[in-house]
């Protein structure tokens, strides 16, 4: 298996709503990571779980909650979003160490109306 | 100055020719560089990866790297209409965890039948 998959592929959400994204892998990989993609932007990153342990946290507001429940699961939590939040939410896993390359996973394209 | 820096494009070329994409790092310490494909509205897809200065090849695609100037590059032989898409460059910088990869931009290729 060398995938990473993302559900769902999509996702329309109130302001008020709480919803979770979830990614999964089986590559062995233990460092994981979410992406936010704007249109005709790079992928930033948001938090890096490593060994299931957070290990950084770019400054991301607290209506973004991540969650690593073991090795091959990360979750990412939404919470009284806003409109400006809506982007391509991007998971990612890697090999440890500087020379691995990540493979992303396809995506949730979110929309925060 | 921003730590990755591509041109954002377009860059047209015509089918059969030599694409180069060009990307340039501010951390000279950085120590790992990659180079992703995205295909409009899909996931980023690694391509190359190289961490010593020289070339790499892998069939249609040679990375070229100079430490010593702070550039790196991805050569795409016999460009094909397929091979259209943004390019990301990323870079690992050494002053960073390790688990961390900086994007730059992305230059827009366009392979012209």
């Known amino acids: 298996d060398t995938e990473v998959t993302q559900t769902p592929k999509h996702l329309v959400m109130g302001m008020t709503n709480k919803k979770s994204l979830k990614c999964e892998q089986h590559m062995g990989h233990r460092a994981m990571y979410w992406y936010k993609q704007k249109a005709k932007k790079p992928p930033e990153l948001m938090f890096v779980y490593s060994y299931e342990k957070l290990s950084i946290n770019e400054s991301v507001p607290s209506r973004f909650s991540p969650e690593c429940p073991n090795s091959s699961l990360l979750n990412l939590h939404l919470h009284a979003l806003q409109p400006e939040d809506s982007a391509l939410y991007l998971c990612?896993?890697?090999?440890?160490?500087?020379?691995?390359?990540?493979?992303f996973g396809s995506g949730t394209r979110l929309t925060v109306v | 100055q921003k730590e990755v820096e591509q041109n954002s494009g377009p860059l047209s070329v015509p089918e059969g020719a030599i694409a180069s994409l060009n990307c340039t790092y501010s951390d000279r310490g950085s120590q790992s560089f990659f180079w992703y494909r995205q295909y409009s509205g899909k996931s980023p897809e690694l391509i190359m990866s190289?961490?010593?200065?020289g070339d790499k090849e892998d069939g249609r695609f040679t990375a070229q790297l100079n430490k010593a100037s702070q550039y790196v590059s991805l050569l795409i032989r016999d460009s094909q209409p397929s091979d259209s898409a943004t390019y990301l460059c990323a870079v690992r910088p050494m002053k960073t965890s390790y688990d961390k990869v900086i994007f730059g931009p992305g230059t827009s290729l366009s392979v012209i039948p």
């Open positions: 190289i961490y010593s200065n």
């Open positions: 990612a896993s890697s090999h440890q160490g500087p020379n691995y390359g990540y493979t």
